[in-house]
């Protein structure tokens, strides 16, 4: 501490020699002993004010929302820095509003270095000093001859694919993933299922059930509700209905911790879960990882720096793919650089240091979930130098967690895997000029801009819709007489006053619900609604095939070239070959879930290329069937069981995951040290080693 102190003191003196605006003596002049001896009362007022009063501002800002709290922090520890000056000073140093700001930032990151620099020399003093910060005893020691049970970390790479691990691994971008497949740890793939996207991956790995979750987001017709899986409120009824299915808690039940998940696992330590954010009350502690990383002025002017840096890093990314005409892309301005920034930057410090204060706590199980690939790679595509640094700075903060492991009372396995990867091509509208909800109202014969008539899906559909409805209205009397055209202008009639379809996008899945309709409609009763809709979707180019229910075959796939296959006799075969093996089984599976949609679409896939196109406005997606994004990774220390050879479905990782932890000497029982109670949520600020994590 006196070190830090005296190191400080002179990064005081220093600027105050550098800046105009910075001074740390009168306007008559002082000797230098007196100017020194300011610098030292100002340096030790600012360290007492940011370990004391910096936290209380911290916590009293919990409700702003934490991308402000990021840009705010070089202007509070600025005002901590003006109130230093005054305290100790009685007025004689001063210093410019905006560079106090500069002066409080410098010192932060001068005081973080320097005492890390002191603690890693020692390994037991760096294990003091991460305990004290965060506030925890030490553990009491283990008894003679006893070895502690291993405990297990799940770090989930968010959307990185096997292959494109596989080549990062292979081109030197992740030396620390490189180190264990040659030493200690096996890789392997799984499959997804046909909703290839973390709110179903997710919610099968932790509470090893996600039946009925048919895609990121859906329409549910029994209550009118639109479920998205990253809306809070979604979020904690998905895993509520998981619970009451498996009848068990979820993967982290037992002494375990959920950090920047979707949903709990079971875990009482808690941290950045979407699902309990839709919580209210004192025991909503979903800001929590926010205030135990932030308290600490040192973390939170060093992420704070780094997430302008990405901002700052995005633009010139984005900018230089206009002007270079890369193909395809998508907009990524307004608040996109922000959003990238906090997900790669604010995000991951928070979990990475939530997950050492779980091993330094001795818990048993912790899952967390790192999503700055997911999200760079939606915008600039899986492959590619963005997403190449992403890795990169990744794999770097693996190798953190895996140092500060050392430190644990209790020794532990690290287990890497992903929720699903990404496929890339161009977006369905950047293709063919319109969205799957114009073409579908297209379809319908429901109103469509100018834009969209003018372009050949759309003039297609509208046409096919238009020939549909005049065949229904003017056909020629039949056998049955009169009944025949009152049957067929009934039809019109009702096609003309029904609601408009609700058209949802995950990815390269789509989703076509007719909420008038309270059950599941048929292809039958589709085609009596609208006579082209179905045609118009099916024969489309960018589309791979259709799932409908029927009244004739239960359900059925409709594809290309007047191909039609009943569910109950789909195979790999025929219109899914494309997609590979699986596919028929994970198109079965969905078409039993209660909410299915009443039309599934799920895009081309190219095998040549490897490109799928997507709803949504992303040239790196996942959602849906087609190449990469099917195809998540598995990565486990080689002193466990291995998995099944071929590892399909994300209920199926939780079963090889809870066998993982019951593997081990001893029962996996918590630790004594291990905080509960009002501090359950509370994570660990972790300062020094976490600096080589920022700014690539």
């Known amino acids: 501490m006196i070190t830090v102190w005296a190191v400080s003191t002179l990064t005081l003196l220093l600027l105050a020699a550098l800046l105009p605006d910075f001074q740390l003596q009168s306007a008559d002049g002082e000797s230098l002993t007196t100017v ?9 007022a600012f360290g007492l004010l940011s370990a ?18 990021g840009l705010l922090v070089f202007f509070l520890n600025g005002s901590l820095l003006l ?36 603690a890693v020399r020692d390994d037991e003093a760096y294990r003091r000093r991460l305990y004290r910060l965060a506030d925890r005893k030490r553990p009491r020691a283990v008894r003679a001859g006893a070895e502690p049970v291993p405990g297990t970390v799940f770090l989930q790479l968010d959307g990185v694919g096997h292959q494109v691990l596989s080549d990062a691994v292979a081109a ?10 040659a030493t200690t740890h096996t890789l392997t793939s799984w499959r997804t299922d046909w909703s290839s996207q973390t709110g179903a991956s997710q919610l099968g790995i932790l ?24 809306r809070p409120a979604s979020a904690v009824e998905l895993q509520r209905r998981a619970v009451e299915r498996t009848g068990d808690g979820g993967l982290l039940a037992l002494d375990g911790a959920s950090r920047g998940n979707l949903f709990s696992g079971g875990a009482d330590q808690l941290a950045l879960v979407l699902s309990m954010a839709a919580r209210r009350g004192r025991r909503n502690r979903s800001r929590a990882g926010y205030f135990a990383y932030f308290s600490d002025p040192a973390n939170a002017v060093r992420t704070a720096g780094s997430l302008v840096n990405e901002v700052v890093r995005e633009i010139a990314q984005s900018l230089r793919a206009r002007l270079r005409r890369e193909t395809p892309r998508v907009s990524r301005g307004g608040l996109y650089p922000f959003v990238r920034a906090f997900a790669t930057v604010v995000e991951r410090d928070v979990v990475v240091a939530a997950v050492m204060g779980d091993m330094l706590a001795g818990r048993t199980a912790v899952y967390a979930d790192l999503v700055a690939y997911d999200e760079v790679a939606h915008h600039s595509g899986p492959r590619g130098r963005d997403t190449d640094q992403v890795l990169a700075r990744l794999d770097r903060a693996v190798a953190l967690i895996a140092k500060v492991a050392e430190h644990a009372p209790r020794p532990y396995r690290i287990v890497l895997l992903s929720d699903h990867g990404q496929s890339t091509g161009e977006t369905f509208e950047s293709a063919y000029g319109l969205t799957l909800k114009e073409l579908v109202r297209a379809g319908c014969g429901l109103p469509v801009s100018r834009r969209v008539r003018r372009t050949r899906s759309g003039s297609e559909a ?34 003309a006053r029904a609601p408009e379809p609700v058209v949802l996008a995950s990815g390269n899945l789509g989703l076509v619900s007719f909420p008038g309709v309270p059950h599941r409609m048929t292809r039958e009763e589709i085609d009596r609604l609208h006579p082209a809709l179905l045609r118009t979707l099916a024969h489309h180019p960018g589309i791979g095939f259709l799932l409908v229910a029927s009244e004739a075959h239960g359900s059925v796939v409709l594809a290309r070239d007047g191909a039609e296959v009943p569910v109950g006799s789909l195979a790999d075969e025929g219109p899914l070959a494309v997609f ?13 879930f ?61 079963e090889v995951l809870r066998a993982w932890l019951r593997e081990g000497e001893g029962p996996q029982v918590p630790l004594e040290i291990s905080s509960s109670g009002a501090d359950a949520e509370v994570v660990l600020p972790v300062e020094g080693p976490a600096a080589r994590d920022k700014n690539g």
């Open 580 to 592: 590979g093996p699986g596919a028929a089984a994970a198109v079965r599976r969905t078409d039993g």
């Open 207 to 230: 509470h090893g059930s996600n039946e009925d979750v048919p895609a990121f987001r859906w329409y549910e017709k029994d209550t009118g509700r639109l479920m998205v899986s990253n």
């Open 36 to 44: 020194a001896f300011t610098a030292a009362w100002c340096a030790g």
């Open 462 to 495: 509208r046409d096919a819709a238009r020939d549909a409805l005049r065949s229904a209205l003017h056909r020629p009397v039949d056998e049955a007489g009169e009944a025949g055209k009152d049957g067929a202008e009934a039809a019109a009639v009702a096609a």
């Open 172 to 181: 030197g971008r992740m030396p620390t993933v490189a180190e264990w497949l």
């Open 52 to 69: 004391l009063v910096w936290p209380l501002i911290v916590r009293a800002l919990l409700l702003v929302p934490a991308l402000v709290l």
């Open 83 to 118: 109130l230093a000056l005054r305290l100790s000073t009685d007025g004689r140093a001063a210093a410019a509003p905006e560079t106090a700001v500069v002066v409080a930032a410098v010192m932060s990151a001068v005081a973080s270095a320097t005492s890390t620099a002191l």
């Open 594 to 654: 209660p909410h299915v949609a009443d039309i599934m679409v799920n895009s081309m896939y190219d095998p040549a290329a490897g490109t799928v196109h997507a709803f949504e406005e992303q040239i790196g997606s996942h959602g849906g069937l087609g190449g990469d994004q099917s195809r998540p990774f598995l990565l486990w220390p080689r002193e466990l069981t291995p998995p099944p050879a071929d590892l399909v479905g994300a209920e199926r990782v939780h």
